[in-house]
């Protein structure tokens, strides 16, 4: 089976997918950017979800990835994902960024999901430079072999990882 990958540009808290994922920070509570929204956007039925994960297992790991309910979002679903904070090391970076794209798709899969949308991991206040991290996305993505994915889309909220990924793939 192939998916099908599409991209947006807009507001990731608005696309009506089977999951969403986020760009988490480890503490799940929460944050700036994508999480923020995606966290005001659903409500504090996610939030409290995070709480229990959290109780149940600590911290999320960088490059790993938990599921919630979506609260209020036209989704299902929000598969939470830690993306890591540049620092230079390119190979553990890039590493762990495709981590949180297999990670993330390999849970969609066994929640039986036929849609997940994407946002731009890492390339906000985490500074993972935006060519690379599309590449990584991107390549995870295609290498993927899916039972019951059909679609994934990639939600740009920015002008510039939109021209990054169109170029990409073209």
């Known amino acids: 089976m192939t998916m099908k990958t599409e991209l947006l540009k807009g507001d990731?808290?608005?696309?009506k997918v089977d999951a969403v994922v986020n760009?988490?920070?480890?503490s799940l509570l929460g944050g700036g950017g994508v999480d923020g929204a995606i966290?005001?956007?659903?409500?504090?039925?996610?939030?409290?979800?995070?709480?229990?994960?959290r109780n149940r297992q600590g911290k999320c790991d960088t490059g790993k990835a938990v599921v919630t309910k979506a609260g209020n979002l036209p989704a299902k679903y929000v598969i939470h994902t830690v993306g890591p904070v540049w620092d230079n090391d390119e190979e553990?970076?890039?590493?762990?960024?495709?981590?949180?794209?297999?990670?993330?798709?390999?849970l969609a899969e066994n929640l039986k999901i036929k849609s997940i949308a994407f946002p731009n991991i890492s390339t906000g206040v985490y500074?993972?430079?935006?060519?690379?991290?599309?590449?990584?996305a991107i390549d995870e993505v295609r290498k993927f072999e899916p039972d019951s994915i059909e679609k994934v889309i990639f939600v740009c909220f920015d002008d510039e990882n939109n021209m990054i990924y169109k170029k990409l793939l073209e």
């Open 127 to 136: 500074r993972f430079p935006k060519e690379l991290a599309a590449k990584i």
């Open 39 to 53: 966290h005001r956007a659903g409500g504090p039925e996610i939030l409290e979800e995070c709480k229990a994960i």
């Open 92 to 106: 553990k970076c890039s590493k762990l960024l495709a981590d949180c794209y297999r990670n993330s798709l390999q």
């Open 12 to 15: 990731i808290t608005k696309i």
């Open 23 to 26: 760009a988490a920070n480890s």
